[in-house]
């Protein structure tokens, strides 16, 4: 069984695609950083370099050939940018990817989505899967929710093709590009001051990164698995950022200070970047969704993927903060500490 993993250039595909071939799997990866792909070939890792939301047809078909599965890793993830962008990687990419795949019998096709098309801007506790808000977030909600809705008619069209869709919530683990670097990028520009809504006691869920490669290799390999089927993929353990901040932080020495203010005036302030943002093009500091996913509760229901899935946290949220504090000393200047 050869395995195709999408965006293995960074954060979860790029761990997929070690594990893989640390189990002597067969596996190609793909993404568009093409440094990163090359620290992937020297560990023996076939990388063939695309861009998904650009590619050719003969482009997708070359990345197909002898491939059984998919791991669908890639997608533009961010709070802030322009609709086509997101359309174009999120939407049109995955819908190309996922029907090609299907028409050449590949087996399995592991979609990676997101739970931020939950997100309403109120507290939500043990949202199952069936959840929808009057109205999507942001761009990449809304065209994330696009993309699943196609996969869900491509399950239909081709039932050679078993088509799984996992929700994983704020993914954290060596390779982040996301969670960590954003908090420290912050850190950088405030002097060590870390503005927070509530004083960060919002309680949210994360997930280590094994544990969503977990799920993603029994959604590949569970019998019987009904095509379409969406779940969500947590640690199973919701904490609060402070909590989290502190467990990371201290060990690594990092200095920060924590300044909790009013939601209202961090709403008011992201509100006014984002204004200025779209004149001036250039991405805000603060976007009034990330501001509001740190005042409000989110928690995911994930009965649904133990009971269909079997998935059960392998790595307890103590242990996946303390590997990633290792990781982080010995790969720090990916971190700038």
């Known amino acids: 069984m050869k395995t195709l993993v999408t965006g293995a250039t960074s954060g979860l595909g790029a761990n997929a ?13 793909t993404g568009r950083d093409r440094r990163a792909g090359q620290a992937l070939e020297a560990e023996g ?24 599965v998919v791991w669908h890793c890639a997608a533009l993830s961010s709070p ?43 507290h939500r506790v043990d949202i199952p899967e069936t959840f929808r808000p009057a109205r999507y977030v942001n761009h990449y909600a809304n065209t994330k929710a696009q993309a699943e809705a196609s996969l869900r008619a491509i399950a239909l069209s081709y039932p050679g ?9 704020a993914i954290f683990g060596p390779h982040d590009r996301v969670l960590l670097p954003r908090i420290l990028r912050v850190l950088r520009e405030r002097d060590g001051r870390l503005p927070l809504p509530r004083g960060g006691v919002a309680r949210f869920d994360l997930t280590y990164v094994e544990n969503v490669i977990h799920a993603m290799q029994l959604a590949t390999t569970r019998e019987d698995l009904p095509s379409g089927e969406v779940f969500n993929i947590t ?10 901040l502190a467990a990371i932080f201290v060990p ?4 920060y200070r924590i300044v909790a203010l009013p ?38 229901d994930i009965e649904k993927a133990r009971r269909m899935l079997g998935y059960q946290p ?8 303390e590997l990633t504090v290792r990781w982080i000393q010995s790969h720090g200047h990916d971190y700038g500490i």
């Open 17 to 29: 695609a070690r594990y893989l071939a640390a189990q002597r799997q067969a596996v190609r990866a």
């Open 45 to 68: 890792i076939e990388f063939v370099p695309v861009d998904l939301a650009n590619a050719a047809a003969k482009d997708i078909d070359r990345l197909l050939d002898g491939i059984d």
């Open 80 to 122: 802030w940018g322009r609709y086509e962008d997101f359309h174009q990687a999120n939407m049109t990419a995955t819908t190309r990817l996922a029907e090609r795949a299907a028409q050449r019998g590949v087996r399995r096709f592991v979609h990676i989505s997101t739970p931020s098309l939950y997100f309403d801007y109120r």
């Open 161 to 169: 093709t078993t088509v799984a869709i996992l929700r994983p919530r």
């Open 235 to 244: 640690n199973g353990e919701p904490a609060t950022l402070r909590d989290v």
């Open 252 to 255: 690594l020495g990092v200095a």
């Open 263 to 300: 939601y209202p005036v961090l709403d008011a302030a992201a509100r006014a970047m984002e204004a200025y943002a779209s004149l001036s093009g250039a991405e805000p500091a603060l976007t009034r969704y990330s501001v509001g996913t740190l005042n409000y509760d989110m928690t995911l």
């Open 314 to 321: 392998i790595v307890p949220l103590s242990e996946g903060i």
